[in-house]
């Protein structure tokens, strides 16, 4: 059952690598997994219905990785790491319908990368919860307007070096952050 799904995801990003979204029906993703229609629907309503359980997936995947992060940077590079890997796909959701279920997508991860890193960079500092999330939603919304400008722009700079680039510019920010808020000075 779930290699079933996993087939029908998967077949589902190799046919969205390779033409847009709206120019994909249930019969070429049947077609394409080798399964029939009626199986497709077993698993899932519409296309759209699978969309939300590759990013859905894709998410619990994600989150469930443990993994420590030296810089925003990494984070960032590890949270985009489906996106990269799957350019020309996210470029064909990006540019349909599904816009909004991608940056939903993007959001998420993105922020929950960023509250582990912010908590990370927190320690030994007297910082409120609310500091961290704030901190945290702050750099989700910068990261993810970085990567809608890439999306936007087609997906042409390499996007590695520019987060370089950035990172260099802004290394060791958050902890700065932290460690210079006016509450962590009061106590």
């Given at each position: 059952m779930q290699h079933t799904k996993q087939a029908i995801m998967d077949g589902f990003?190799?046919?969205?690598?390779?033409?847009?979204?709206?120019?994909?029906?249930?019969?070429?993703?049947?077609?394409?997994?080798?399964?029939?229609?009626?199986?497709?629907?077993?698993?899932?309503q519409d296309v759209y219905a699978l969309v939300d359980e590759v990013f859905r997936a894709e998410t619990q995947r994600f989150t469930e990785q443990k993994r420590s992060c030296r810089s925003w940077a990494e984070v960032f590079l590890q949270a985009t790491a489906f996106t990269r890997g799957n350019r020309q796909a996210i470029y064909h959701l990006y540019n349909s319908a599904n816009r909004a279920r991608l940056e939903s997508y993007l959001y998420d991860v993105n922020l929950e990368s960023m509250r582990s890193f912010v908590h990370e960079e927190s320690r030994g500092l007297h910082v409120s919860e609310q500091d961290v999330e704030t901190l945290a939603k702050f750099y989700t919304a910068a990261l993810l307007g970085l990567t809608l400008t890439w999306l936007e722009g087609g997906m042409k700079q390499d996007a590695e070096s520019y987060i370089a680039d950035v990172a260099r510019l802004l290394e060791g920010s958050v902890r700065y952050a932290l460690a210079h808020n006016p509450t962590d000075s009061a106590v």
């Open positions: 990003l190799r046919l969205l690598s390779e033409r847009p979204f709206d120019k994909i029906s249930v019969v070429d993703i049947a077609a394409e997994c080798k399964i029939n229609r009626n199986t497709f629907y077993y698993y899932y």
